[in-house]
């Protein structure tokens, strides 16, 4: 059977103070961990808790694919791959292998293709820079400050050593 409960005020604070004398004796506990509170460590692991991920490997691009995407970009802007394709005479996908570092590279007709478009789109941006110069020609240059004689930035070595020379020999 239990110990009966104190009905008194006295006998309660005796037997409160008793267990805190108690468990002042006794070593105290590690704190307890809550599993939900402490966020798991994520390094490493996969999407929902699958395998670990391996980092991704650098793209390695095809002779001539860096070159031939890079002009596709210039001329045609983000959404190169169709026009760069048709352009090339191959597949959009073809043109999106060659960005992953897959399939054949560019080849020679693909290459000489680009080649004559940019080289096209060159004369063209010349041609619309000389009309917008005809009609409001570009400002002179500017003249060129004149530096002061007495500018220490503007002295010459052999001087600066001959001044150094004289000061050394005084």
Known sequence: MSKPSETTLSGLIARVTAARDAAADQPAKAEREWRHAVPPDR????????????APEPRRLRLGAREVLRLGV???GDRHPTDLARLCGEDPGQVRRWRRGEGAPPGRLAVWSV????????????????????????APAPAPVPVPAGDPRQIHVEDYIAALNAKETL
């Open 74 to 76: 210039l001329l045609y």
């Open 43 to 54: 390094d490493g692991i996969g999407a929902n808790g699958g395998p670990a991920l391996d």
């Open 115 to 138: 080649r004559r478009e940019t080289q096209e789109r060159i004369a063209e941006l010349q041609a619309a820079v000389a009309a917008l110069d005809a009609l409001h020609p570009p």
